[in-house]
């Protein structure tokens, strides 16, 4: 929903950006492996039960996550490899912010009162649900359907656990992220098979 709606403004304030890493000898590659750094620091500090630390670095890793592409295209070497590993390295991400909130909450909680079954299974639902809306997109759009609907893509899931993180509600946000998730799985695979029963 705001991708599709923020996406020519994202890639117009993106532009310049783009060009000021292109004068620098980084490679859009060097920074989505910058970004999983970024991210697996994020899991880190969750696991350590620094939350509002781990939501902060989250947002430097989320920058970083878009600066690659904006560099790629600054710099005319847009390829199917980077699409790859973006989407790839995407997933992984989702898996570092989840993964690990579910063992603060139902393995090794930094303190007693952290404990709370609930969020980490929710955690877990969360993480199967936000895997299946981005495999549903990309086996639907292998097989030429559209499949850009849905009230939770990635950036909606971003600012969802970044600010329960921020904000230390992380109940609220895997159980706003499990919800979200599964009605945009249900709201694609919807569409998916109107355009099936079409054609």
């Known amino acids: 929903m705001i991708n599709a709606k923020l996406r020519r403004g994202w890639d117009k304030f993106m532009r310049p950006v783009g060009r000021f890493l292109a004068r620098t000898p980084l490679s859009p590659d060097a920074v989505t492996y910058f970004g999983v750094l970024l991210q697996a620091g994020c899991a880190w500090l969750i696991v350590d039960g620094r939350l509002l630390l781990a939501g902060l670095v989250s947002i430097l890793a989320a920058f970083a996550d878009a600066f690659d592409g904006a560099l790629a295209r600054a710099r005319g070497v847009a390829s199917k490899w980077g699409a790859f590993l973006d989407s790839t390295t995407d997933r992984l991400s989702d898996a570092l912010y989840l993964l690990p909130i579910a063992w603060l909450y139902g393995v090794q909680p930094d303190t007693p009162t952290r404990y709370d079954p609930w969020v980490a299974g929710l955690a877990l639902v ?29 950036a909606e899931r971003l600012i969802v656990i970044i600010a329960a993180l921020i904000l230390d509600q992380v109940l609220i946000g895997v159980a706003l992220l499990a919800a979200a998730s599964f009605v945009t799985l249900i709201q694609r695979m919807v569409h998916v098979a109107r355009q099936a029963r079409a054609a």
């Open 126 to 154: 969360a993480c199967t649900f936000s895997f299946l809306v981005s495999y549903s997109k990309a086996r639907a759009e292998s097989l030429g359907y559209d499949c850009n609907v849905g009230i939770a893509e990635r």
